[in-house]
């Protein structure tokens, strides 16, 4: 959950390193791991100032493997309800959605499982592979010159998505630094031990954004500056993980705070209400009637806090069926102390009678 009620005072905005020393810097990271055949993806979006961190190729649970994809001709397709565009092979299989006014795109890839043991017994196994495009779909967008070398270079590829990222702060997950020395991946927890807490009471604080995670100050693009607190170091809330996966990960713009804008808000009640991308199950107040239309990566929000009344209080990230054939998503909880698609503290499905089943509210694809 995520209800971030203090706002802090804008500092004056950092000086950006020079374009020299980034590259620079980055070609040090690749000769680095070159040496122990890491795959490394650095990836700067204009509007955000944070030097990306290099990312490792999928691993552990969610190993890559599988047939290569299908050539030859390809077919695009426009459906309705959201409206979008599907690629299709020539035998008819599916191998990308986009989704008009969406940057969140699926492609087709090789199968991964993922497992998290420790709190459930369901798994994972998916061909989907979630990513951002370089901007927001329209419908003709398969002419554009920047589309096609896009595809290109990401259908069938390996480089980490959105589900490798979020699997990089479960429990348990490999610590992993960028060039300055600064821990972007590994175990998180939720956030720091509650004083005026109990179990099952807000044992632990909420507020934990991903630059308390970092442990470094960030500066958003409209100046304003937030500093880590020492305790919610390696911490991140419901929300504080989405921008984490999604924003500093994935380079999805990002704002400082619940405004309305081009960027993801700072919690789940604003990146429902205030955020950009397409409502994929509308908010009406009550749990939506079905969730069919619902594909991996989308945000999905609920209200399950009778605290904050009509405010959208979690958030987290569909990863499609499990291997029950179930719904499952993936978000950061206080009772299993950070990012989780297991079952401690409430099945982590989106149908039946669970807690989170029946507090969903919405979905929004990005």
Same mark, same amino acid.
């Given at each position: 959950?995520? /209800?971030?009620?203090?706002?802090?005072?804008?500092?004056? /905005?950092?000086?950006?390193?020079?374009?020299?020393?980034?590259?620079?810097?980055? @070609?040090?990271?690749?000769?680095?791991? +070159?040496?122990?055949?890491?795959? +490394?993806?650095? =990836?700067? !979006? #204009?509007?955000?100032?944070?030097?990306?961190?290099?990312? &490792?190729?999928?691993?552990?649970?969610?190993?890559?493997?599988?047939?290569?994809?299908?050539?030859?001709?390809?077919?695009?397709?426009? +459906?309705?309800?959201?409206?979008?565009?599907?690629?299709?092979?020539?035998?008819?299989?599916?191998?990308?959605?986009?989704? #008009?006014?969406?940057? @969140?795109?699926? +492609?087709?890839?090789?199968?991964?499982?993922?497992?998290?043991?420790?709190?459930?017994?369901?798994?994972?196994?998916?061909?989907?592979?979630?990513?951002?495009?370089? =901007? &927001?779909?329209?419908?003709?967008?398969?002419?554009?010159?920047?589309?096609?070398?896009?595809?290109?270079?990401?259908? %069938?590829?390996?480089?980490?998505?959105?589900?490798?990222?979020?699997?990089?702060?479960?429990?348990?997950?490999? &610590?992993?630094?960028?060039?300055?020395?600064?821990?972007?991946?590994?175990?998180?927890?939720? $956030?720091?031990?509650?004083?005026? $807490?109990? =179990?099952?009471?807000?044992?632990?604080?909420?507020?934990? #954004?991903?630059?308390?995670?970092?442990?470094?100050?960030?500066?958003? !693009? #409209?100046?304003?500056?937030?500093?880590?607190?020492?305790?919610?170091?390696?911490?991140?809330?419901?929300?504080?993980?989405?921008?984490?996966?999604?924003?500093?990960?994935? /380079?999805?713009?990002?704002?400082?705070?619940?405004?309305?804008?081009?960027?993801?808000?700072?919690?789940?009640? %604003?990146?429902?209400?205030?955020?950009?991308?397409?409502?994929?199950? =509308?908010?009406?107040?009550?749990?939506?009637?079905?969730?069919?239309?619902?594909?991996?990566?989308?945000?999905?929000?609920?209200?399950?806090?009778? !605290?904050?009344?009509?405010?959208?209080?979690?958030?987290?990230?569909?990863?499609?069926?499990?291997?029950?054939?179930?719904?499952?998503?993936?978000?950061?909880?206080?009772?299993?102390?950070?990012?989780?698609?297991?079952?401690?503290?409430?099945?982590? /499905?989106?149908?039946?009678?669970?807690?989170?089943?029946?507090?969903? !509210?919405?979905?929004?694809?990005?």
């Amino acid at each position: 959950m995520s /209800r971030k009620t203090a706002e802090r005072k804008p500092n004056s /905005r950092k000086k950006a390193k020079g374009p020299g020393r980034r590259r620079a810097i980055q @070609t040090l990271v690749v000769l680095g791991l +070159l040496g122990t055949s890491a795959y +490394l993806t650095v =990836e700067l !979006r #204009d509007k955000q100032q944070e030097t990306a961190p290099p990312v &490792q190729s999928v691993g552990g649970s969610g190993t890559a493997a599988g047939k290569a994809l299908p050539s030859g001709e390809r077919r695009f397709e426009r +459906l309705a309800n959201p409206a979008r565009t599907v690629v299709r092979s020539g035998d008819g299989a599916v191998l990308a959605t986009f989704t #008009d006014n969406a940057r @969140t795109a699926v +492609l087709t890839g090789p199968s991964r499982t993922f497992t998290e043991p420790s709190t459930t017994s369901a798994k994972v196994t998916t061909d989907s592979w979630v990513r951002l495009l370089p =901007e &927001q779909w329209k419908e003709g967008s398969e002419k554009a010159a920047w589309f096609k070398d896009w595809f290109g270079k990401n259908l %069938g590829g390996k480089d980490p998505d959105i589900f490798a990222f979020a699997m990089d702060y479960l429990e348990g997950a490999p &610590q992993k630094k960028d060039a300055r020395g600064v821990p972007y991946a590994g175990d998180a927890q939720f $956030g720091p031990l509650n004083p005026k $807490g109990s =179990e099952a009471g807000d044992m632990r604080l909420e507020q934990s #954004d991903f630059y308390d995670y970092l442990g470094i100050p960030y500066t958003f !693009r #409209d100046g304003t500056v937030e500093k880590p607190e020492t305790p919610r170091f390696r911490a991140m809330d419901c929300s504080g993980f989405v921008r984490t996966v999604f924003g500093y990960r994935a /380079r999805y713009p990002l704002m400082g705070k619940d405004v309305k804008g081009d960027g993801l808000p700072r919690t789940a009640n %604003g990146m429902a209400r205030l955020a950009p991308g397409v409502p994929v199950l =509308e908010l009406t107040g009550k749990r939506p009637e079905a969730i069919d239309k619902l594909q991996p990566g989308d945000l999905v929000f609920f209200e399950i806090d009778k !605290r904050t009344g009509d405010r959208l209080d979690h958030v987290g990230i569909y990863m499609g069926l499990d291997t029950d054939g179930k719904p499952r998503f993936i978000s950061s909880r206080e009772e299993a102390n950070g990012p989780t698609f297991g079952d401690k503290g409430g099945t982590a /499905r989106l149908d039946g009678n669970g807690f989170y089943a029946t507090g969903l !509210r919405s979905a929004k694809r990005l």
